[in-house]
């Protein structure tokens, strides 16, 4: 499950993401929660399976629907105490409110699959997420150049990814918006994670990107 939190204030849907994961991870869950903005959130809605909308962002509330409709992403707008659930179990349950768990399969109505039918471990159970982290070789850091390659290419890989500074809150690899935002600078460490297929070989060409220093091109 991919969260996106967007609050218009970037330290406060950075909060409530950081929360939401950490929640998740208490209860076993495999979900992802990066922050995001109002001007990147065209290209974020493109990774997310369910969005949080701050309390305060409530007049674009239809826009966002509308759009995320047409993605088949689920929308959640936050209450207005949503800031004081300060251990994201609140938040968690207005995720899974929205996007239930399909329920356990009905034992009598199972059947065991034939060799036919091809059957594998992979198919019947989700990729787990991988992460890895990298530096940044670029002389001046993640500026518009070396941001708008990496982020052009995170959009191509075709399978989330996400990108974060240090402890931060993750955001969406594919956004420039996003990944200037983060202010990373030459040296600085970066996790980057993939959910999906060959998601080691798309953090294999991205941290090349990454550790590439592109400012001496």
């Known amino acids: 499950m991919r969260i996106l939190v967007v609050c218009g204030a970037g330290a406060s849907s950075t909060f409530v993401a950081q929360?939401?994961?950490h929640a998740a991870q208490a209860h076993g869950?495999?979900?992802s929660a990066f922050a995001g903005t109002e001007q990147s959130l065209p290209i974020d809605l493109d990774s997310a399976d369910v969005v949080l909308v701050g309390p305060h962002m409530?007049?674009?509330?239809?826009?966002?629907?509308r759009d995320a409709a047409a993605r088949g992403t689920a929308v959640v707008l936050l209450p207005g105490d949503i800031f004081q659930d300060l251990d994201g179990s609140r938040t968690l349950e207005l995720v899974r409110a929205a996007r239930p768990a399909a329920p356990p399969a009905d034992p009598a109505q199972s059947t065991t699959p034939t060799p036919t039918e091809n059957t594998t471990q992979t198919e019947r159970s989700p990729m787990p997420a991988i992460s890895r982290t990298v530096h940044i070789g670029s002389s001046h850091g993640l500026h518009a150049r070396p941001a708008k390659l990496f982020a052009q290419a995170a959009k191509d890989a075709g399978i989330p990814v996400t990108i974060a500074k240090g402890s931060g809150a993750p955001v969406n690899a594919a956004s420039i918006l996003?990944?200037?935002a983060l202010g990373v600078e030459h040296g600085d460490y970066v996790t980057l994670t993939a959910d999906g297929e060959r998601a080691d070989d798309v953090l294999d060409q991205l941290s090349e990107l990454l550790t590439t220093d592109h400012d001496a091109e």
Do not use: D, N, Q
């Not at 409530?58 to 629907?65: G, N, P, Q, V, Y």
């Open 29 to 31: 869950l495999a979900y």
């Open 178 to 180: 996003g990944v200037i």
């Open 19 to 21: 929360r939401v994961r």
């Open 58 to 65: 409530s007049h674009a509330i239809e826009t966002i629907e």
